[in-house]
Structure formats: C-alpha cells, structure tokens
C-alpha cells in the first residue's frame, strides 16, 4: 500500500535538496528561495506547505491567486509566473510582490502608468524565451539587452533579474547558461529557473529562485 504523499516531508527534501546543490556550486544555500508554485492547486494541497512553513508561492492567473488567497496573504510573497494581460496590472499591483513575466513594450508601459499611479512598485523580472518558442511567451535572447534598458529607461521600470522556461525536450543546462550570461551583462542579480525536475541544475547556474509545484504538492488530480 501506497503511504499518502507528505508535502511537508516533500518540502523538507527539495530545501535540502537546493542546500545540497547550492554547496556543491560554491554558493550560500541562503542565496537561493523556493518559490512554491501551487497554481491550479486546490487549497486542501496547499494549506499544508503553508503550515509546514512556506511563505514564497507563485501563480499563473491573478484571478485565481486573488481568489486563493483571499484573507490568507498577510506574511506571504506572491509571484506572478504566469503571463500578464494588461488589463489585468491594476490588480495584479494589489496582489503581487513579484512579476516575473515582463516581456513586452505595451505590458512596460501599463505597468508603468500603474505604478506611478499606485505609488508603489512591485519587484520586476523579464521573462526571457531562451528557446525562442513561438507557443512561450518571452523576450528573444537577442532582444533581451535592448529591452531591459527600455524597462529602465523609457519606462523607470525597477527591473531586478530575468526568467525563463527552457523547452521540455531539449537539456535545460544551455539555456540556464544563457540566461545566466544576459543578466550578467545587464547588471541583474535575480535569476529565476528551475523547476521540479531540473532545479538543481539551475542552482549550478546560478538560480536565486526555484520554481517547484508538482514534486512539492504531488501530482494534480487529472480533470474530470
């Protein structure tokens, strides 16, 4: 007989899993956070990481995220992983500590009017297509320079790092790299990559982020 899955057991493993991995790359286990992306996760999977100590979670859709979160974000970090439509930046401002999916002039710019608007900003991270896939969303790897110093300066965008998603059929090492060596040259310090099967991979690569939903929540119950 199967034991029922532990997220709280699942999650002490991934730490020490991204500790491990930070230590063999020369790193601080500090410099690296769990971002715990419970997207489409029903609260009953949640509500255990959460108790188990939790405080960084990352959602696709700001309705949904608003929804889930409704009287439970006090002490929390909230990512936005998923893409923005630009009607949607007012209330992703009210939610969102972190967008991480900037990756257009016309999404700059209602960010930009939002948060002069707001009076406040939340941090911003580019997303970046390393596999230039027409079905991802993504700034080309070629375009990528020429856009973060539009963010900064067309648009006094607070930009702090760089995302990305590498496609699921090629090894994610090269695109880590990439990344890696774009923020680099742009000065920025946030890399988020890395997911469930490959984020220590990314640790070795530089990773300040990891993005892991299904090894830390168990596998979604398929729809009906």
Same mark, same amino acid.
């Given at each position: 007989m199967t034991a029922p899955f532990d997220p709280a057991a699942a999650?002490? !493993?991934i730490l020490a899993r991204i500790a491990a991995a930070a230590r063999a790359a020369g790193r601080d286990p500090a410099s690296v956070s769990l971002t715990a992306v419970s997207k489409q996760q029903p609260w009953e999977a949640v509500a255990p990481v959460l108790a188990a100590g939790q405080r960084v979670f990352g959602e696709n859709r700001v309705q949904e995220a608003a929804q889930r979160w409704a009287g439970r974000r006090e002490g929390l970090e909230l990512r936005l992983i998923g893409p923005l439509q630009t009607n949607k930046v007012r209330d992703a401002l009210g939610?969102?500590?972190?967008? !991480?999916?900037?990756?257009? !002039?016309?999404l700059a710019h209602a960010l930009a009017e939002e948060i002069q608007r707001a009076g406040h900003a939340p941090r911003l991270l580019v997303q970046v297509n390393t596999g230039e896939e027409p079905q991802k969303a993504g700034v080309a790897p070629r375009e990528a320079d020429a856009f973060v110093a539009r963010c900064r300066t067309e648009f006094g965008l607070p930009v702090e790092g760089l995302m990305c998603i590498p496609p699921e059929a090629e090894p994610p090492g090269p695109h880590f790299a990439l990344l890696a060596k774009i923020a680099a040259r742009n000065g920025l310090a946030a890399l988020s990559m890395g997911m469930s099967a490959d984020f220590e991979t990314a640790i070795t690569f530089g990773a300040t982020s990891v993005r892991v939903g299904s090894a830390l929540f168990g596998a979604r119950a398929p729809h009906p």
């Open positions: 999650r002490a !493993e939610l969102f500590d972190v967008i !991480e999916t900037l990756d257009r !002039e016309r």
